[in-house]
């Protein structure tokens, strides 16, 4: 389907208010990715991130008719999913507080982790976990989700060239990170 | 050897494709080819009575506000309309039991008996007073 026959975001808006289920799916479809990408961003957990994007795309159904600029749905409905986020990764301290710490459950042997692919996912989650959150939520966007600086800066309510330093410096710190592990090479042809 | 992508201040420089591929692996579909099917079913679900009542509530201010409206209106119009034509066809009908009558009629008409003979003290009275 070509771009410009795909409906606005405001025109999906405004008939999911009139409860069109299938606007409604549509908006699911187009940021359940970028929804989860943001609350991984901020979680750092799957399961998190999970729970926090579905809640969101409720919570924002809910409340769509706060939605004062239906044309930038997604920008609004980002601010839904690091609110959520963040209340999750409150609550979970607060329940889990002798749990432990990401980065040592992360060496924990799981059934997950029996495959390098596995192996990869918890050393990245591991790297991002060292990065800040805005960081983590930029370069999950820009290079997980293929979200452009432009569109990342509108739906984050952060200036273009923030978003550029913010990707600069994830990048680097990640591609160090993951320099830094023995056989990390053969990890990425894994995941290549 | 990961490829070091320095960072060039271009406007949009492109993607670290090796990045990329490892961060995909943060992908749920890299684990799960249906994961974002289920999501949206997920999410589609819980929606399923928030999107039924808001259809609702587009039908409600259509047809059924209209209708509630003329519930309540409709029975006092007819009632208005009956009591107002049953007043207008009294008004219209002719009365039999009506008589024209002219004021010396209507004075005379309620006294009774004959008339008062008037004597000579009466008159001479009225004239010591007049």
């Known amino acids: 389907m070509n771009t410009s026959e795909m409906p606005s975001d405001g025109e999906l808006v405004r008939r999911a208010r ?63 999913v690091r609110n959520r986020s963040k209340n999750l990764v409150r609550r979970e301290s607060l329940r889990e507080t002798d749990e432990l710490p990401l980065g040592a459950r992360s060496r924990v042997p799981t059934p997950d982790r029996v495959t390098e692919a596995a192996e990869l996912r918890g050393l990245l989650r591991e790297a991002l976990q060292g990065l ?18 432009r569109e990342i800066a509108e739906r984050l309510d952060l200036p273009c060239g ?27 042809r894994v995941a290549q | 050897m990961i490829r070091i992508h320095e960072f060039d201040g271009a406007d949009e420089p492109g993607l670290d494709r090796e990045l990329r591929a490892a961060l995909s692996v943060l992908d749920p579909e890299s684990r799960d080819p249906n994961y974002w099917l289920r999501f949206r079913w997920w999410v589609m679900s819980g929606a399923a009575g928030e999107l039924a009542r808001r259809r609702q509530a587009v039908s409600l201010t259509v047809g059924d506000v209209l209708e509630s409206w003329a519930r309540a209106l409709l029975p006092t119009a007819a009632l208005v309309a009956a009591v107002a034509s049953m007043l207008l066809l009294r008004a219209e009908e002719p009365s039999n039991d009506f008589q024209p009558l002219v004021v010396e009629e209507l004075l005379l008409s309620e006294v009774g008996g004959g008339v008062v003979p008037i004597d000579a003290s009466a008159l001479t009275f009225a004239a010591e007073i007049f």
């Open chain 1, 18 to 80: 009139k409860g069109e289920e299938l606007a409604f799916g549509m908006l699911v479809r187009r940021y359940q990715r970028p929804a989860y990408a943001v609350a991984l961003g901020v979680t750092g957990r799957h399961e998190d991130a999970e729970d926090a994007a579905q809640e969101s795309f409720l919570v924002a159904l809910d409340r769509l008719d706060e939605c004062r600029s239906p044309e930038r749905f997604g920008g609004w409905l980002m601010t839904i």
């Open chain 1, 132 to 149: 800040p959150e805005v960081q983590r939520q930029v370069v999950l966007l820009h290079d997980l989700e293929g979200w452009k600086h």
């Open chain 1, 162 to 188: 923030t978003v550029r330093s913010h990707l600069h410096f994830a990048r680097k710190a990640l591609r160090a990170a993951l320099r830094a592990v023995p056989g990390m090479p053969d990890l990425m």
